[in-house]
């Protein structure tokens, strides 16, 4: 009896829970058609001050270890480039021209570049120097980080990993489930839901960045020549199953399938770059 009240608690917290999740939909589709409705549990203003304050810490990080924005010339390149991108996001949400957008370089080998809830871009120095990139492919990489931010996937990952976490812990143990057992159940749990929401994540990023870039005026075939030189470098390559990113093949085929949409702004935007 002392059981079956457990594993009754326990579904009535996790349907409680699960009630509480809103689905929206954070931003409009554009040229490219991004129209995908997202799970939120948690609210997005705690999400962005968690963000901001994180991206304090990883500042001061960099700051004492002397690599923050070391090269001054590559510092100014990157944060014109994120200005004309930052400049067309509100085609896609029109707050986000209110947020405090802030854009950092580190100095690090690391080929990598993020962008946090609310707008707290890095790039890394290596990403830039090891592909060589132009303005037109760091324009896609800054983009397609941008769009993760437009598109809240920070928030969306938190409210995922929150579930996770109340429909493992009070159902689990609430069950009787071992330590070990759960660890085992949120190995399997973030196999099979994370990895084919973050792929879903990373396309949506990697058009939405297509579109970005077209309108900030840069060649959005450029796109297509960045992950052509992850690959030539070994980033873009590997198995898509069970990968938490679209393979490199996949992802060069999507974006050339988008360029027609997003040619027309290109155009207009004068061919900037």
Not at 172 to 190: H, I, P
Request: some cysteine; proline content about 4%.
């Amino acid at each position: 009896m002392r059981n079956r009240w457990k594993r009754w608690l326990g579904g009535a917290l996790l349907a409680a829970a699960l009630a509480s999740c809103a689905q929206v939909v954070t931003t409009s589709g554009g040229a490219v058609g991004v129209n995908r409705s997202q799970s939120m549990l948690l609210p997005s203003r705690d999400v962005e001050q968690m963000s901001a304050q994180a991206y304090a810490q990883q500042l001061q990080q960099a700051r004492a270890a002397g690599r923050l924005n070391t090269d001054a010339a590559l510092t100014k390149r990157v944060r014109l480039i994120s200005q004309r991108l930052i400049a067309q996001t509100p085609a896609f949400r029109p707050d986000a021209r209110n947020w405090r957008w802030e854009v950092n370089v580190l100095t690090t080998d690391d080929m990598n570049a993020y962008a946090m809830a609310g707008g707290k871009i890095m790039v890394y120095t290596g990403i830039v120097k090891r592909l060589k990139l132009t303005d037109a492919e760091l324009a896609a990489v800054l983009g397609h980080e941008i769009s993760h931010a437009l598109r809240e996937h920070t928030r969306e990952n938190m409210s995922q990993a929150y579930m996770q976490q109340v429909g493992l812990s009070l159902v689990g143990v609430l069950a009787g489930f071992s330590a070990d057992q759960l660890k085992l159940a949120s190995m399997v749990t973030d196999v099979t839901l994370n990895k084919p929401h973050s792929r879903t994540m990373e396309s949506e990023a990697d058009v939405m960045g297509l579109e970005l870039m077209a309108r900030a005026g840069y060649d959005p075939n450029a796109a297509v020549n960045v992950w052509q030189k992850m690959q030539a470098a070994g980033n873009g390559s590997g198995p898509e199953f069970l990968s938490t990113h679209p393979s490199g093949p996949t992802r060069i085929r999507d974006l050339q399938a988008h360029i027609p949409q997003v040619w027309p702004l290109y155009q207009a935007a004068g061919r900037k770059a």
